[in-house]
């Protein structure tokens, strides 16, 4: 390397063995990469449907779902909310990559349930600037998923919002509990 390392803050999030979380999966990739073969596949999810979550890190969709790689497209922010940029999303998984079914995944204990949207006032007061995205925060987590489904439902940019279906992902059982969009 040629290029001098770039200079790390102060909070750089360095192991203990030395190195950042970022170098070690750099270190995992050259180990992956060494063993890959070039699956083939097509970008067209193979089950031709979109799953929209919660970035939370204890829910594995994969796992979670029964998906294989190649099945699903995969969008996850905060909260699993439908917000302009997931509806971005799933235009162009619907209209140019086949898929129809879109399915919803909040869950227990999630980190946007204990915040308010005072997130954005405080964000202000500490850096002048009011950010322009909503924070998206919830009490009720049946009714979040409510609104969420009838965004995606209502949404004129989308040609397949017939199978689209909201659950609760429970983080200490693993379970899925469906929410009735009519409740
Ligand atoms: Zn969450």
Known sequence: ????????????????????VIDRL?????????????PGMDARPVQRVAVVACMDARIDLHA?????????????NAGGVVTDDTIRSLTISQRALGTRSVI???HTGCGLQSLT?????????????????????????DQDVRQSMQRVRTSPFLPHT???????????TGLLREIDPRA
């Open 1 to 20: 390397m040629s290029t001098p390392a770039p200079r790390l803050a102060q909070s750089a999030n360095r192991l203990p063995g030395g190195g950042t």
């Open 26 to 38: 750099v270190t995992a990739n050259r180990a992956y990469a060494a063993g890959f073969v070039d």
């Open 64 to 76: 979670a779902l029964g998906l294989e790689l190649g099945d699903c497209h995969t969008v996850r």
């Open 104 to 106: 919803l995944i909040h």
């Open 117 to 141: 949207e005072d997130f954005r006032h405080e964000l202000e007061m500490e850096v002048g600037q009011r950010p322009a995205w909503a924070v998206e925060a919830f009490r009720d987590v």
């Open 162 to 172: 017939d199978d689209v279906r909201g659950f609760v992902f429970d983080v200490t």
